[in-house]
């Protein structure tokens, strides 16, 4: 029997850490997939996740874990494979370590991901976004630090991950204003500021009164960073209060990637080329980006009027009348 603790204990510490020099998100995206894995296979067997083998975690298990992910918890194809990935990186570093399981880890690895549906992105409309810019109350101090995290994001687009990360050296507000930060793939960028994005920031670094440049740049009340959660907070409690103003807001779910995709739909409507975009928004490809022309009716809209429609003469069925077809058949 081959222990599981020891292979994926090595499997973090080894592969992640050491070889591949993982970022802290991928190390807790797979960390939380094992520990779900785990807690299923607990309730499952009764056996504590130490005490573990690798033959506990046959296909037809892992099948009924990512069974149990959609079922019973609720969530979308797209996270099952995400959680299938990290499995898949798992029983790829198992092979090299337990080569008597080969069969069993292949039978694991030939597990397929499941086809997801590519949705329209969902994105605020100039006015949705001037009411959500106007929902926290800048009479407190929370406040005003909710207005300007959710200004830097729908004027930049920032990630979630990248907003709370970003330090008070971060931002540089002198001539070319703009702020800096590593984003996803360890892309770094740096994204300009305008006028109104800096004098927001301006005032809330006067209050914000950091220690160092170290500190974080949205902060909670003690100085520490905010997190992703924290963020979601804010996001949705601003936005029930902005949809008393404007009700269009009840039929959309805002997240802080929303945000992101208004900042991209923005760019996109003032007839910024869509390869600015990406790197607007650290994409890889162009290609990722092309999903935000697909939701821009007004540019497809545009397209149409410039199409010449058919010469054919419009028409509609009329059934004959009984006397007439009486008359003619004499």
């Not at 103003?245 to 007839?271: D, F, N, Y």
Request: some cysteine.
């Amino acid at each position: 029997m081959t222990g599981l603790a020891p292979i994926m204990e090595a499997f973090f510490t080894d592969r992640l850490m050491t070889q591949q020099g993982a970022s802290p998100h991928t190390i807790a995206s797979y960390r939380d997939t094992f520990k779900l894995l785990l807690g299923y296979l607990h309730a499952r067997t009764g056996k504590l996740p130490a005490r573990l083998d690798l033959t506990d975690l046959n296909a037809a298990v892992i099948g009924d874990f990512l069974q149990h992910l959609e079922t019973d918890r609720g969530n979308s194809a797209a996270s099952r494979n995400t959680r299938l990935a990290a499995i898949h990186s798992l029983f790829r570093y198992a092979s090299l370590q337990a080569p008597q399981h080969a069969n069993l880890i292949s039978r694991v690895l030939a597990i397929q991901t499941k086809r997801t549906t590519t949705t329209i992105v969902t994105y605020l409309s100039r006015t949705e976004l001037d009411a959500l810019l106007t929902a926290p109350d800048r009479t407190t101090w929370h406040g005003r630090r909710d207005h300007a995290l959710l200004v830097l994001a729908a004027q930049t687009g920032l990630r979630v991950c990248e907003l709370t990360g970003l330090t008070i050296a971060a931002l540089h507000l002198g001539t070319a204003a703009h702020v800096y930060c590593r984003g996803k793939g360890r892309k770094d960028r740096c994204t300009p500021l305008t006028t109104h994005t800096k004098q927001i920031l301006s005032g809330w670094l006067d209050e914000r009164r950091p220690a160092a440049d170290t500190d974080p740049l949205f902060c909670t009340r003690p100085g520490g960073a905010l997190s992703h959660d924290a963020v979601e907070r804010l996001i949705k409690k601003h936005v029930a209060a902005a949809a008393e103003s404007c009700p269009s807001l009840q039929a959309k779910t805002v997240t802080p990637h929303t945000l992101r995709h208004t900042a991209a739909m923005e760019l996109l409507h003032a007839g910024v080329d869509i390869t600015v975009i990406a790197l607007w928004l650290g994409h890889e490809s162009p290609t990722t980006t092309r999903i935000y022309l697909h939701a821009d009716m007004a540019l497809k809209e545009k397209a149409l009027a410039r199409t010449t429609p058919p010469s054919t003469t419009p028409g509609r069925y009329q059934a004959p009348d009984t006397l007439l077809a009486f008359l003619d058949q004499l």
